[in-house]
């Protein structure tokens, strides 16, 4: 087999470097996503486990964001609106279903939509669980802080004029439903039970996808190969 001349082996051994030098950078960046999510992670644990703390108010809900708010434990007082519900479509380790929202009016007159629990399909009706339907006067709600879903599904758009709803989209859901004064974000409460055993709550999934080091493994790997490639190459005799 004839082997490249050693003019030729300089552009290979350059795009080889270029390689070396790109997977390098991109395993480099995966350690340090690596770090960002273990870190996020254990900022999360520590907002699930800590003591509730009452639920921003509306001076506070400019700086709502995912980083520092999502999934911190808060509490809110008011009277459920019951009239004003909407069930939207969730998959749970129930299996299939609907989340309960239902808006929480506040001393203040704002309002915070409370995603009370999971329902199956069979009980979607509220006609069908009675005892759910919490008699009039103030209650206290106990959950994790959760940021708005807006849109929709993977592929399925939230229907507001047909009352179908994918995803908890909190400004459609408010639109939809004439709210005025709606906190930006929606609490799922805890496992509490509810009269009559439904909703059922504190089916919160709280897990993140960490793949990061198989990443930054799999881009060194590669850097490593093209070390490799280039060391063959170098020691090739000349034609």
Do not use: C
Not at 209 to 237: D, F
């Amino acid at each position: 087999m004839p082997q490249p001349s050693p003019r030729a082996r300089w552009p290979l051994t350059g795009f080889l470097l270029l390689l070396v030098a790109v997977f390098l950078a991109l395993g480099t960046w995966q350690v340090q996503r690596l770090f960002w999510k273990l870190d996020l992670i254990a900022r999360v644990e520590s907002r699930v486990h800590a003591e509730p703390v009452p639920a921003p108010g509306r001076a506070e809900w400019p700086a709502i964001s995912p980083e520092k708010d999502e999934y911190r434990r808060v509490t809110a007082t008011g009277l459920f609106q019951h009239d004003k519900t909407v069930l939207v479509q969730a998959v749970t380790e129930r299996g299939a279903g609907f989340w309960v929202l239902t808006p929480l009016r506040l001393p203040d007159e704002s309002t915070v939509v409370i995603n009370r629990g999971f329902v199956p399909a069979d009980k979607r009706d509220p006609a069908a669980r009675v005892a759910s339907e919490i008699a009039a006067g103030p209650v206290t709600v106990t959950g994790l802080l959760r940021i708005s879903e807006p849109g929709g599904a993977f592929l399925r758009s939230n229907d507001p004029a047909n009352d179908r709803w994918f995803s908890r989209d909190i400004a459609a859901i408010a639109a939809a439903k004439g709210l005025s004064s709606v906190a930006p974000y929606f609490i799922d409460a805890d496992a509490t039970p509810n009269p009559g055993g439904l909703p059922v709550g504190g089916l919160t999934v709280v897990a993140f996808r960490n793949s990061h080091l198989v990443y930054a493994l799999t881009w060194y790997a590669l850097a490593a190969m093209s070390l490799v490639g280039i060391y063959l190459v170098r020691k090739q005799p000349a034609a």
